[in-house]
């Protein structure tokens, strides 16, 4: 059968190109029948309905403490121009947290066309592969792509509020984001983990972002460590909500999309929205 023939029998005037792959009549709280490879490796238990609910309302919840947390930078404005020295520093710190959080719309699109499921993934470039069956290998690649960017973007913003904009913080933003944006997708730093493949991220991004992730961990310190002191707290914990937010990454691009168990992919955004949390509240210790 000719290429054509088998196009024009798969794309017939039956079919519905706008068909899409949860029940209908497609209410936000219908989700997807458990994949395949869940129902043959005893995982479905995981993927009930009201599990993966619950996994999609944790994944919206950050972008509640977020915009409290950019609302109280800009309520107290005056206040962080005082202390970091420019309205555009206070403007980068109010940026940060959106950026990021926004930034997780990346994943949230993919786990949106997934049901959100985490299942075995399989590239559909180079294999037979249904949806119904695994998620969408090139799908995780991309969504790691752009998510990382924006990830370290707001790191990147945060850094430049702190350290404010000289010769060398805007040399390191500009080397930072022309890698990140135009660096190559290959080599990858995937490795396996619980006998699968994870971490499906470009080494060129990987580095860009491990460098930009310890000097925002500096600017956390330098920012909040006279705060902590002045309030009888350890300066250490001025590292809690960065170090949360990185736990909540890893066990979610690790375990979660290693194990295929969706208490996992829970756990981990609760780290994410702890972590906002966080923020708001050693925020606080500066006005």
Same mark, same amino acid.
């Given at each position: 059968?000719?290429?054509?023939?088998?196009?024009?029998?798969?794309?017939?005037?039956?079919?519905?190109?706008?068909?899409?792959?949860?029940?209908?009549? @497609?209410?936000?709280?219908?989700?997807?029948?458990?994949?395949?490879?869940?129902?043959?490796?005893?995982?479905?238990?995981?993927?009930?309905?009201?599990?993966?609910?619950? !996994?999609?309302?944790?994944?919206?919840?950050?972008? !509640?403490?977020?915009?409290?947390?950019?609302f109280l930078i800009f309520q107290h404005s005056s206040e962080l121009e005082a202390l970091l020295g420019s309205d555009m520093q206070v403007f980068l710190l109010l940026l940060a947290p959106?950026?990021?959080?926004? @930034?997780?719309?990346? @994943?949230?699109?993919?786990?949106?066309?997934?049901?959100?499921?985490?299942?075995?993934?399989?590239?559909?470039?180079?294999?037979?592969?249904?949806i119904r069956d695994f998620n969408n290998e090139w799908l995780r690649e991309v969504a790691y792509k752009?998510?990382?960017?924006?990830?370290?973007?707001?790191?990147?913003?945060?850094?430049?509020?702190?350290?404010?904009?000289?010769?060398?913080?805007?040399?390191?933003?500009?080397?930072?984001?022309?890698?990140?944006?135009? @660096?190559?997708?290959?080599?990858?730093?995937?490795?396996?983990?619980?006998?699968?493949?994870?971490?499906?991220?470009?080494?060129?991004?990987?580095?860009?972002?491990?460098?930009?992730?310890?000097?925002?961990?500096?600017?956390?310190?330098?920012?909040?460590?006279?705060?902590? !002191?002045?309030?009888?707290?350890?300066?250490?914990?001025?590292?809690?909500?960065?170090?949360?937010?990185?736990?909540?990454?890893?066990?979610?691009?690790?375990?979660?999309?290693?194990?295929?168990?969706?208490?996992?992919?829970?756990?981990?955004?609760?780290?994410?929205?702890?972590?906002?949390?966080?923020?708001?509240?050693?925020?606080?210790?500066?006005?």
């Amino acid at each position: 059968m000719s290429e054509k023939a088998i196009f024009n029998d798969n794309n017939t005037q039956d079919n519905n190109p706008s068909l899409g792959y949860y029940p209908p009549p @497609g209410w936000e709280w219908q989700k997807p029948a458990p994949k395949t490879y869940l129902e043959k490796h005893d995982l479905a238990k995981y993927a009930r309905v009201w599990i993966l609910n619950l !996994v999609e309302f944790v994944h919206w919840l950050p972008f !509640v403490p977020t915009f409290i947390l950019s609302f109280l930078i800009f309520q107290h404005s005056s206040e962080l121009e005082a202390l970091l020295g420019s309205d555009m520093q206070v403007f980068l710190l109010l940026l940060a947290p959106l950026v990021q959080t926004f @930034g997780g719309l990346m @994943g949230i699109t993919m786990h949106e066309y997934e049901g959100w499921q985490v299942v075995f993934f399989k590239n559909p470039l180079d294999t037979d592969f249904e949806i119904r069956d695994f998620n969408n290998e090139w799908l995780r690649e991309v969504a790691y792509k752009l998510l990382f960017f924006m990830q370290g973007a707001g790191l990147l913003a945060f850094s430049l509020g702190v350290f404010g904009i000289n010769k060398i913080t805007l040399l390191f933003a500009i080397i930072s984001g022309v890698i990140a944006f135009i @660096g190559p997708q290959n080599p990858k730093a995937t490795f396996n983990f619980n006998g699968q493949p994870v971490f499906p991220l470009a080494v060129s991004m990987l580095v860009v972002f491990i460098i930009n992730a310890l000097v925002n961990f500096v600017a956390y310190i330098f920012l909040f460590k006279s705060a902590l !002191v002045a309030a009888n707290l350890p300066i250490f914990l001025a590292g809690i909500a960065p170090i949360l937010l990185m736990l909540g990454g890893v066990i979610e691009g690790v375990v979660a999309e290693s194990t295929f168990n969706q208490w996992w992919h829970f756990t981990a955004v609760i780290f994410l929205n702890m972590g906002m949390v966080a923020q708001i509240y050693f925020f606080g210790l500066l006005w």
